[in-house]
């Protein structure tokens, strides 16, 4: 590939041989190159070799004009601005892509193929300048037909059809070939989005990410974003439930703005309002709203507005009860990478070992996460957050030998273990609150005891028994009166405290070995 400006300079004999050498090369390549030769003349020819596809174009002097274009991974060559030279259309004669309005006119006639028919009386297809197609008349497909748009791979981005196997149908495909990802059907109007079907089947209305089977979003100042209407002055079921037996009920609003739907005959109702903005399930007195599934109770919200699942006397705000063996009773989960599981706020911030954000039993309290951040764990188990960063003021402690040195370390068992699992309760090591109190007060704190305490010891109250008067939200074995509180131990600050007692020792001991030493290397 080579130019020159075929003008051989006045020289010596070696460059004007590589100079003509120059010249046959830029002749024999076609003046070939990635841009025009700097020096031009009319009627010259150069070859455009910035792509795998060629452009052979001539110089009138003034301006290059595309002559062809030639594809060197096809090897084939496309002729430009070519004449058909009479009406008629062959493949013979025009190349895939270079049928122009300008060189075709009207009516076409003696066709190489079939599938145009002139018999139209005016212009049928138009195609201008920039490609476009225009129909006259209306499109029409063979039987089970279609209309495709590719997108500019060549791959198939839509398809318009119907259903041969019945009659009268449309279908419109995105993305027919399942070929990409993320597809979605979307419908326009004056070039804006108004509705969207994404590759899940969600519908979005004035959304473009529809998180829902059916998704609307609206953005309208005192005006509703949906409406289900029934114009028919005598029509109240805007909105009706059927089963397979015609059981159910229907729901509408009345031109009063309130309607109320009677349930299992007058015990339940259905209430829209207007002065409330919203729709009501009310129960009559304090019967429960119940949830089933085949004649079988699911769910249900009690007079008291506590929720119980799997069981019909919830005595929390949310009451879960299960029965499947190796599952578990409940289940929160966020598929997201950076999402959050659950929050525990108490929002008057108690601070107390009173208040507690989670209580795990079986039913003796094994853990506990009181609203001060302690956290009680009955088999003595647990860790710390520790990370310099978080923390400031650091110094060496004060000396913690005498009280190391008082404190009384004791075997024990737990009441609650000898009443579940008797000689096989396991003994423990540890220290006794009353004891403890007498040598470091500061780690020992108080809480409420549980029905299990007071089981143990009845001086710190009482429990529900049967032929009490219970009242709702209790059963038989609540607490019923706390006397006294249970007396607990920070542990893992008494941890620390005999770490530090323990370094007191062994410095302790290193200055009685080095004076031992020096006896010995004084009195061999």
Request: aromatic share 8%.
């Amino acid at each position: 590939m080579a130019q020159h400006d075929y003008s051989i300079a006045n020289q010596g004999f070696p460059a004007t041989r590589a100079d003509i050498n120059n010249v046959l090369s830029a002749i024999a390549t076609n003046n070939s190159g990635t841009s025009a030769p700097s020096t031009q003349y009319a009627g010259q020819f150069w070859i455009d070799t910035t792509s795998s596809t060629w452009t052979l174009y001539i110089h009138d002097g003034a301006d290059d004009i595309q002559f062809a274009t030639i594809d060197t991974s096809a090897n084939t060559v496309n002729f430009i601005d070519s004449e058909l030279g009479d009406n008629s259309v062959t493949t013979a004669k025009i190349a895939d892509g270079n049928v122009t309005s300008a060189k075709l006119s009207y009516p076409l006639t003696t066709f190489s193929s079939t599938g145009i028919d002139d018999n139209a009386t005016s212009t049928a297809i138009t195609i201008d300048s920039s490609e476009n197609v225009s129909f006259a008349g209306d499109i029409t497909t063979g039987n089970n037909g279609s209309l495709f748009v590719l997108d500019s791979a060549g791959q198939k981005s839509a398809q318009l059809t119907n259903d041969d196997s019945t009659a009268n149908s449309l279908q419109i495909d995105a993305d027919p070939d399942n070929s990409g990802s993320g597809s979605y059907t979307a419908f326009r109007i004056d070039n804006s989005e108004k509705m969207r079907i994404d590759s899940s089947g969600n519908v979005g209305i004035g959304t473009s990410s529809p998180s829902y089977n059916f998704h609307i979003v609206g953005n309208n100042s005192g005006t509703v974003s949906g409406r289900i209407q029934n114009t028919n002055s005598n029509g109240l079921a805007v909105f009706g439930a059927r089963n397979s037996d015609g059981f159910g009920c229907n729901y509408g609003i009345g031109s009063s703005g309130y309607t109320t739907i009677p349930l299992f005959t007058n015990r339940g109702f259905i209430t829209a309002q207007a002065t409330t903005d919203g729709l009501v399930l009310n129960t009559e007195d304090t019967d429960p709203i119940i949830f089933g599934i085949s004649n079988s109770e699911k769910m249900r919200i009690n007079s008291s507005g506590n929720v119980g699942i799997g069981t019909s006397s919830p005595a929390h705000g949310l009451h879960v009860v299960d029965n499947f063996a190796g599952n578990y009773a409940s289940k929160i989960e966020n598929n997201t990478s950076n999402g959050f599981i659950t929050q525990m706020q108490l929002s008057a911030a108690p601070d107390n070992n009173s208040s507690a954000f989670l209580v795990c039993a079986d039913p003796a309290n094994r853990c506990i996460i009181w609203s001060d951040g302690d956290l009680d764990n009955h088999d003595n188990s647990y860790g710390s957050l520790s990370d310099e960063r978080i923390k400031q003021d650091i110094r060496d402690s004060n000396s913690q030998w005498n009280d190391i040195k008082n404190i009384r370390v004791r075997n024990f068992k737990k009441k609650d273990d000898v009443r579940q699992y008797g000689e096989n309760a396991w003994e423990q090591i540890g220290v006794i609150s009353q004891e403890l109190e007498t040598v470091s007060p500061k780690l020992i704190k108080h809480v409420e005891p549980t029905p299990s305490d007071i089981l143990s010891d009845s001086s710190f109250g009482t429990l529900y028994q049967e032929g009490d008067e219970i009242p709702e939200g209790k059963n038989v074995g609540d607490v019923k009166e706390v006397h006294e509180q249970v007396k607990k131990v920070s542990y893992s600050v008494l941890y620390m405290k005999s770490i530090k007692a323990l370094q007191e020792a062994m410095e302790r001991i290193e200055t009685l070995e080095a004076k031992v030493q020096t006896l010995e290397n004084n009195n061999p």
